[in-house]
């Protein structure tokens, strides 16, 4: 099986990764502020399936697809670019009135954790991050291979839930001072919206060599 300190350090690289500002955190965020903490834990929990299907999906070699095939790496991050669009454009819509009734209904749960776990498949830099660092903690030959595979994916998973949900958390309170404070509503709702769409923006320039 694989050592405490193995674990520990592919504890430090993910946990690394996780708290880089991505697609996955911004669709958590823009979610938790339109629709509360329900909505925001919804997002975490199809993030954190996203996350289980990266590392089996990297076990079983499909990654290589998104490596060698560099036709597939750029449409999946133009399209996981325009979803955070989208919902950047949503959050920034969501705005544009201070009426709680008339503002759009925030998605339902079951549709953010589906959101979500389309979010984080879209995302090919998983997968290669997956490929590139899940090779040098497995080791067959101590046996027990899938075991190994699900001990990097509880520790994972773990990380994710903790730095997104607290994010989750964080920007839910924010949900509930806005729709007490209807003019501050409007321009963080703006703000959020527009950072979401440049990301989106960023994204899918990085998509081109």
Not at 3 to 14: I, M, Q, S, W
Not at 161 to 183: D, E, H, I, M, Q
Request: net charge positive.
């Amino acid at each position: 099986m694989i050592t405490g300190p193995e674990l520990a350090l592919y504890f430090a690289l993910v946990f690394g990764i996780i708290v880089l500002p991505g697609m996955d955190m911004a669709y958590v965020v823009g979610h938790s502020l339109v629709g509360g903490l329900r909505s925001g834990a919804s997002a975490v929990a199809g993030i954190m399936a996203g996350g289980l299907c990266h590392m089996v999906f990297g076990a079983a070699g499909i990654a290589l697809v998104v490596k060698a095939v560099p036709g597939v790496f750029m449409a999946m991050m133009l399209a996981g670019a325009a979803y955070i669009a989208w919902i950047g454009w949503s959050v920034w819509r969501a705005a544009a009135s201070v009426d709680d009734a008339a503002a759009p209904r925030p998605a339902s749960t079951g549709k953010a954790f589906r959101g979500a776990i389309a979010t984080s498949l879209l995302n090919p830099k998983a997968y290669l991050f997956t490929l590139a660092v899940t090779p040098q903690f497995v080791h067959p030959e101590r046996g027990g291979f899938w075991g190994q595979v699900a001990e990097l994916t509880a520790v994972t998973n773990a990380t994710q839930a903790a730095v997104y949900g607290a994010l989750a958390v964080a920007a839910s309170r924010g949900s509930r001072w806005l729709k007490a404070n209807p003019r501050g509503r409007g321009v963080l709702m703006r703000v959020v919206g527009a950072g979401l769409m440049a990301m989106a923006g960023f994204t899918a320039w990085t998509a081109f060599p």
